[in-house]
């Protein structure tokens, strides 16, 4: 038989796992490519899924066979994405599993590649979560050798 174990803490990421922000990302993916008369196919979309903005965009121009740059795209996005991540929402069963562990006496951590300013964006609406993470690495302060 094996002992119990109880975890003392646990890292989760933060985009697709606690937050729906994929579907944020798609609304404005869509909003900017219809400026170019595109449409964002399921291929653009996995190939983008889990990347940071730049490399989302170059992927997605490339599929697309868009003439315009990943910094354009970037550009054109970034401002309808912070005027939204506030308003991202817990997937399903995300808010009730961290406060069980929290209940349960277990640390909760996050690590993202989301940069700090845009991680304190999307749980500015959110004081549930920020009292429930004891701390959060993100993208922006790891230093990759």
């Known amino acids: 038989m094996l002992a119990s174990i109880k975890p003392a803490a646990f890292v989760f990421d933060l985009d697709g796992l606690i937050l729906d922000t994929e579907s944020l990302c ?5 909003q ?4 170019y008369g595109c449409t964002l196919t399921k291929e653009a979309q996995r190939a983008a899924l889990g990347k940071r903005p730049l490399d989302c965009w170059r992927d997605v121009a490339k599929i697309l066979k868009l003439d315009v740059t990943a910094q354009q795209l970037f550009d054109e996005s970034e401002p309808l994405l912070i005027a939204r991540w506030a308003d991202t ?9 961290l406060e069980h562990l929290h209940a349960c006496g277990a640390k909760i951590t996050l690590a993202t590649s989301t940069s700090r300013a845009t991680y304190d964006r999307k749980l500015a609406n959110k004081p549930w979560l920020r009292d429930l993470v004891q701390a959060c690495v993100c993208g922006d302060e790891v230093t990759l050798t």
């Open 32 to 35: 900017v490519l219809a400026k």
């Open 89 to 97: 929402r817990p997937l399903p069963g995300a808010r009730r599993l």
């Open 26 to 30: 798609i609304e404005v993916a869509q």
